[in-house]
């Protein structure tokens, strides 16, 4: 039995948005010794906004990648009992994130993982879309290539109505206005799409529309964070 702990701990998805935070990452954060991160420059100036008098040089720090010699080093964190923190670039560790692969490994070491709640904009634009709640899949991102993309999104939309089911995708940033083209392009008039850009900003907008809708009126998406989801159903 490994005698390490992991805490996973969330990021805001706007880096202003710290407010609303629990006061549980914090209290884990006070516990670590040991950071792996996905991007070292915004997680210590994240960590830095929840807790003024840290010391950032006082903690050991491992950007995630996919290198044997990272993972060898997070398990030799483990057998030495520290107590490691693992911070998204925004978001949840491990959910559409590189950090998923260290928390293999921590349970395949049987250590003691605790998540902690936090934003996760998967959730939050679930619940802000009117959409189903009780039976709904995250694709991650579409294929690049237009033809794979627009077969996808077509393939989405019939198990979406066959199943009765939500279905949750994102796109990098730069390329966003091509997806929401692509799916008025792919999707019939009457199929339901939210847009839900910039969670958590002061610019946050969720809008749940018909494709007609859409394709009279599409907003500026262009290196804006978004999250999409296209429902069929009932």
Known sequence: MANGTVHLI???LHEEAVSGLPPAILEAVKTCSVFFVENERT???????IWKEMVIDDYTWFTISEEPALKQSFRNAIKDG????????????????????????????KALVKPIVGPNSILLALMASGMNGQQFR????????NGQRMKTLKDMEALSARENSTQIFIETPYRNNQLLEAICTACKPQTKVCVAVDLTAATESILTRSVAEWKQTKPELHKRPAIFLLYAGI
């Not at 995250?138 to 290539?145: Q, R, V």
């Open 43 to 49: 997680a210590r100036r994240f960590l830095k906004k």
């Open 82 to 109: 520290k107590t490691i923190g693992i911070i998204s670039e925004a978001g949840c560790p491990g959910v559409a994130d590189p950090g998923q692969a260290l928390v293999a490994i921590a349970q395949e070491m």
């Open 138 to 145: 995250f694709a991650g991102y579409l294929p690049i290539d």
């Open 10 to 12: 969330p990021a805001p």
